[in-house]
């Protein structure tokens, strides 16, 4: 038996528990994990309040990461003892995930620990370091310099927005950063943003072009800010969406792209290849100064995801949160 964060859906209504879980529950998979440390989410949010159609079946482990040692596998590529992490595949909506002491998953969805990182660095970092990386990659990859201008980080006191304000800092780049949170200005500055403004003068319907100002944009929003941040990039910028915190759609014209040269770059944390992941985590291990981690991460326990998952959902968590399972 081990502990979960079980979510259940019937006649009883939709609820998440602290659960003891038999071992024979676990999906299947050809390698068993010691789940050490998960995070929580915008998506475990979300399943666990049931405030979006997130979990896809049930009853449901949510956690959507998890870094851990081997117990037991029919992989040739792992072995008892090893250290391994995953991020995305689905798991923790479809497939039962790391918000619980055990985990049973395929050995393609797993990656080695990062060298250079313990396990609860490696989820300080989580889904929200790892996508704030693909973005920078995905600009970078576009031929973006420090020189080209200001680069904007929206949804920045948010998971993804801290570690893309720290990343791009680092790479030298003047960042600025847009939340509904001005009361994280003095954290946001100290993370290594040049200038801090309200989200409010991006969410709101706006023009098809606006005057240019950004070079780029990392956005985790979505919606009007997206639209509207797209409608503000310099020719020839590029913006990379990671998110929706704001909502699915995307209110905006073809004007930035056709009339700009503007290029914009879906950022799927979910599904990326192997190789690509581990290029992901070599970059965060060198840029990363691992003491920032402890301004950007909180850690929780397994019981308490459930009350902070509505924290979540209300916009009241600044940075990343980790759930030690075994606490």
Known sequence: MFKAILVNKDEQGYRAELSEVDEASLPEGDVRVKVLYSTLNYKDGLAITGKGPVVR???????????????????????????????????????????????????????????????????????????????????????????????????????????????????????????????????????????????????????PLAKERWAAVIDSVGSHTLANACAQTKSD???????????????????PFILRGVTLYGINSVTVPRAKRIAAYEQLSKLLDLKTLDEISHEITLEESIKYAKELMAGNVRGRLIVDVNR
């Open 57 to 207: 079946k049930f009853p449901l482990v949510p956690g959507i990461d998890f870094a851990g040692e081997v117990l037991e596998s029919s992989s040739p590529d792992y072995k008892v003892g090893d250290m391994v992490l995953l991020n995305g595949w689905g798991v923790g909506e479809g497939h039962w995930g790391g918000l619980a002491q055990q985990a049973r998953v395929k050995s393609e969805w797993l990656i080695p620990l990062p060298k250079g990182l313990t396990a609860k660095q490696t989820l300080a970092i989580g889904t929200a370091g790892y996508t704030a990386m693909l973005a920078v990659m995905a600009l970078q990859g576009h031929g973006l310099k420090p020189s080209d201008g200001e680069v904007l980080v929206t949804g920045a006191a948010g998971g993804v927005g801290s570690f893309a304000i720290t990343l791009l800092h680092k790479l030298g780049f003047s960042v600025v950063a847009s939340t509904g949170r001005v009361s994280e200005a003095e954290y946001l500055k100290k993370l290594g943003a040049a200038e801090v403004i309200d989200r409010a003068s991006l969410s709101e319907p706006g023009k």
């Open 237 to 255: 910028g590029a913006v990379a969406a990671c998110g929706l915190a704001q909502g699915m759609d995307f209110p905006s014209s073809v004007a």
